[in-house]
């Protein structure tokens, strides 16, 4: 079931594994272990992947059932960056879809999208301004893509930019495994004072094929808890802090449309202070750069 799962997701949490396996995080971590060994499958940051350096894409059939829970938190959190009026872009994807949603009592918003999918979201809002580029379809994952997107979104200025992609790593920044999708994310980027990264813990550390933003040009990332285990995702927030992004840490059970930490209040998480185990160890006291308040720490109990 486990490998049959990878098999058509690309990459799966051990969250999402124990779920539909209906059993711990414990016994799924024990059968991917014995899985990797056998050359199956590679281990990944809280989760499982197809072998190999890069990942592929998966679907939006695939992707919609993915990291549901922490999808929801995050679009919570990000919710709570928008203020009334703003004109902002949102990219293609399942949590900025899930932003969308939110963003739909938002009023006096300005949304400019390449998504079906975002749009489709905010269609029946009041006082909310849907912009669609133009381009080609690309029915993967109903975005719109190609020059003609591009060129849409030649002389635009925006306050922000919400972004999402296949994965991230402090090296490298966000990526994305299409070529034509990178291209369109670049474009919407260039529009933007600020960039803001969405992605779940099953993506901090993976790299695929084509770059969409680097790290020096990321304002935030918001993300979800990592699991208890994970050690690899911790490190990886704390490198990417390192570089000067502000990272927001929203717990997967946060209820939807939970109280809001401003922005003002987001900053850089602080580098690792000596003897204290990096981004854990300074968690042993509220770190100044981890918003709290429906916002779960990273500390474990």
Known sequence: MILEMVRANGAVSLRELARVVQTSEVTVRRDVRALEAEG????????????????????????????????????????????????????????TQELARRLARVPGLTVVTNSLLVAQALAHANRVEVVMTGGTLRGSNYALVGSGAEQSLQGLRVSKAFLSGSGLTAERGLSTSNMLSASV????????????????????GTDTMFQTVPT???????????????????????ALADQGVQIAVAGASSPPGGEQVPAARQRGLPGPRRGQGGLRGMLGEQAPGVERGRVADLRRR
């Open 216 to 238: 020096d040009v990321i304002t935030r990332l918001v993300t979800d808890e990592p699991p208890a285990h994970d050690d690899r995702a911790a490190t990886e927030l704390q």
């Open 40 to 95: 199956l499958l590679d281990r990944r940051h809280g989760g499982a992947v197809l072998p190999g350096g890069f990942t592929r894409e998966s679907g939006f059939p695939q992707k919609s059932h993915l990291a549901t829970a922490e999808k929801t938190a995050i679009a919570d959190l990000a919710a709570g960056l928008v203020e009334e009026g703003e004109a902002i872009v949102v990219g293609a994807g399942t949590t």
């Open 185 to 204: 994310d670049r474009a919407l980027v260039q529009a933007a004072a600020e960039v803001v990264v969405l992605a779940d813990h099953t993506k901090l």
